[in-house]
C-alpha cells in the first residue's frame, strides 16, 4: 500500500526533473523530443511543470496539502495525456511522447489506486 504523501513525492520529483531538463540542457532534450519552435513556450511549460512538482513535494506531508498535491498530480497527468496523444497522433510532434502518455497513465493509475487504498 503506497501513502498519498509518497505518490505526491514521487510524481513532485518526476515533475521537477522532467520540467527542468530542457531548461538546463535544451540541446539534449530537443535531441529526444525534436526541435522546437517556440523556445519560449518549452520555457512556460518547463517552468510550470518545477513550480508544480515544487509544490507537490512540499504539499505532500500534510492532509489538506496532500488533497492539492492529488489534484495537481491528477489534472497535470490528464492535460500532459491529452496533449501527448493528440499531437503525437497527428504527426505534431515526435512519438517519443507517447513515452510520456504512458507514463501519465502509471501517474494516474498510481493517484486512482492510492485514492482507493485510503478509502479502504
Known amino acids: 500500500m503506497t501513502s498519498s504523501a509518497t505518490i505526491a513525492r514521487a510524481h513532485g520529483w518526476f515533475h521537477l526533473v522532467t520540467g527542468a531538463w530542457p531548461l538546463v540542457h535544451r540541446r539534449s532534450f530537443e535531441g529526444v ?3 522546437k519552435t517556440d523556445v519560449w513556450l518549452l520555457q512556460t511549460v518547463s517552468g510550470l511543470l518545477v513550480t508544480i512538482g515544487w509544490a507537490q513535494i512540499r504539499a505532500a506531508s500534510t492532509d489538506p496539502g ?3 498535491a492529488r489534484r495537481l498530480g491528477t489534472m497535470t497527468a490528464l ?3 491529452a496533449i501527448d496523444v493528440v499531437y ?3 504527426g505534431r510532434i515526435r512519438r517519443v511522447y507517447f513515452v510520456d502518455a504512458g507514463f501519465q ?3 494516474l ?3 486512482h489506486r492510492g485514492d482507493r487504498d485510503s478509502a479502504g
Open 33 to 35: 523530443t525534436g526541435p
Open 66 to 68: 496532500g488533497d492539492v
Open 79 to 81: 492535460t500532459l495525456l
Open 88 to 90: 503525437a497522433t497527428r
Open 105 to 107: 497513465i502509471l501517474w
Open 109 to 111: 493509475a498510481a493517484w
